[in-house]
């Protein structure tokens, strides 16, 4: 992206972040040549209610079922395989807990080993790719990033959008998204423990799941719509 500003001389270069606009800063990029401008999302379409619940019963799962969700590409930084891991120890103690992948890409045979051998095959859903990706969101109580590093992941505010709280490691961009204990709750990063720790507050507290996913909602419809 440098390499393209500085040959076709752009103006002006727009980061997605404060993080990824300081790190341009730091590479030489002069600060008054680079703009912030935030990820924007639409509203929920009409329909994704019923169809989020369809996915569900299709899943097999109950009212009681609490779904955590990962939707992204299949790849090491977001941290799939450290998140089955985790959730294979979380599920010991809450099994009303199921996890749902939803995605494709360099990971997913590495993936479906690790499922195997942990065992967790009727409760880790692997959809692959979908076209439908509102409705998955929407199915999900809970949202899990357990990236290395992010920007600011549109999964992130399309989740959020839908009323999904999230449990994340804080990290890139999502500290400017989320805000700890009110639309989500964040780990240190790294912290596999601490993160199945969180998970495992949300999954045991409806209410507290129900207060940060409305308080998310309205945190993204007022700072982060397309307009």
């Known amino acids: 992206a440098l390499y393209a500003a500085r040959r076709f001389g752009a103006?002006?270069?727009?980061?997605?972040s404060r993080d990824i606009r300081h790190r341009l800063v730091d590479l030489g990029v002069h600060a008054n040549r680079v703009s912030l401008v935030y990820n924007g999302v639409?509203?929920?379409?009409?329909?994704?209610?019923?169809?989020?619940?369809?996915?569900?019963?299709?899943l097999g799962f109950s009212a009681?079922?609490?779904?955590?969700?990962?939707?992204g590409r299949l790849e090491p930084v977001k941290g799939?395989?450290?998140?089955?891991?985790?959730?294979?120890?979380?599920?010991?103690?809450?099994?009303n807990a199921a996890l749902v992948f939803a995605g494709d890409g360099p990971l997913r045979e590495e993936i479906e080993v690790e499922v195997a051998s942990l065992g967790l095959g009727d409760v880790v859903h692997r959809l692959g790719f979908r076209d439908d990706v509102g409705a998955v969101m929407s199915a999900l109580d809970v949202g899990i990033f357990a990236s290395s590093h992010e920007g600011v992941p549109f999964a992130a505010l399309e989740m959020m959008r839908r009323g999904v709280p999230l449990a994340c490691f804080g990290v890139g961009g999502l500290?400017?998204?989320?805000?700890?204990?009110?639309?989500?709750?964040?780990?240190p990063p790294g912290d596999d423990d601490a993160l199945r720790e969180r998970l495992s507050t949300l999954v045991r507290d409806p209410s507290r799941r129900r207060a940060l996913g409305e308080a998310a909602?309205?945190?993204?419809?007022?700072?982060f719509s397309v307009e």
């Open 11 to 16: 103006a002006r270069i727009i980061a997605v």
């Open 42 to 58: 639409a509203a929920p379409r009409d329909g994704e209610a019923a169809a989020a619940a369809a996915l569900r019963a299709a």
């Open 64 to 71: 009681e079922t609490v779904a955590l969700g990962m939707i």
């Open 80 to 95: 799939h395989l450290r998140v089955l891991r985790l959730f294979a120890r979380l599920r010991e103690e809450l099994p």
């Open 175 to 187: 500290l400017e998204i989320v805000d700890d204990d009110v639309t989500g709750l964040f780990a």
């Open 217 to 223: 909602a309205r945190a993204v419809g007022s700072s």
